[in-house]
């Protein structure tokens, strides 16, 4: 079966230094990775005012990191300069489609997992889909914001896409 492990992008600084939410994206990856033998890597990510104001996209500085872990550079499609998850989603389907891929392990964060599932159950209803969600090691105040951001989020996507 052909896999491809998507990397959900984060944020980075005016450097391209990864998050500490990137780098937990990254290091869940590099374990997806390891289980799954031969698969291929989609690492996401473009530009955006709350995620990245470098000259390259977020992906490349996913890309380059995992790299320096040893995932060798022929495991890796097409990067995907999305602004967001449902960009995410969409942008990936023609990598996956162009690969005959057939099944996902989409990474994310953990308290982010349940748009991204919504989002890509809707875009790949023929592909095997697995999620994994890395830990979030924020403070408390921290993320009690950022989840509730994402059940707002989701709320708003189930309005916008409903079935």
Same mark, same amino acid.
């Given at each position: 079966m052909k896999t491809a492990i998507v990397v959900l992008g984060s944020s980075n600084d005016t450097q391209g230094n990864l998050s500490t939410i990137a780098l937990e994206r990254c290091r869940e990856a590099l374990s997806a990775f390891r289980a799954h033998r031969g698969a291929w890597i989609i690492p996401t990510g473009g530009w955006g005012a709350h995620f990245n104001t470098t000259a390259k996209p977020h992906w490349r500085y996913v890309r380059a990191y995992l790299e320096a872990q040893g995932i060798p550079g022929a495991s890796f499609l097409a990067g995907v300069e999305s602004?967001? =998850? &449902?960009?995410?989603?969409?942008?990936?389907?023609?990598?996956?489609? *162009?690969?005959? &891929?057939? %099944? /996902?392990?989409?990474? =994310?964060?953990?308290?982010?997992?349940?748009?991204?599932?919504?989002?890509?159950? $809707? %875009?790949?209803? *023929?592909? $095997? /889909? =697995?999620?994994? *969600?890395?830990? =979030?090691?924020? *403070?408390?105040? %921290?993320?009690? $914001?950022?989840? !509730?951001? %994402?059940? !707002?989020?989701?709320? !708003? /996507?189930?309005? $916008?896409?409903?079935?």
């Open positions: 602004v967001n =998850t &449902i960009e995410d989603a969409r942008l990936c389907r023609p990598v996956v489609e *162009g690969h005959g &891929i057939e %099944e /996902l392990v989409v990474v =994310t964060s953990d308290f982010h997992v349940p748009r991204a599932r919504f989002l890509f159950e $809707r %875009e790949f209803p *023929g592909v $095997r /889909l =697995t999620f994994l *969600g890395a830990q =979030t090691h924020l *403070g408390k105040d %921290e993320l009690a $914001r950022l989840r !509730q951001h %994402e059940e !707002q989020a989701l709320a !708003q /996507l189930r309005v $916008r896409f409903p079935n």
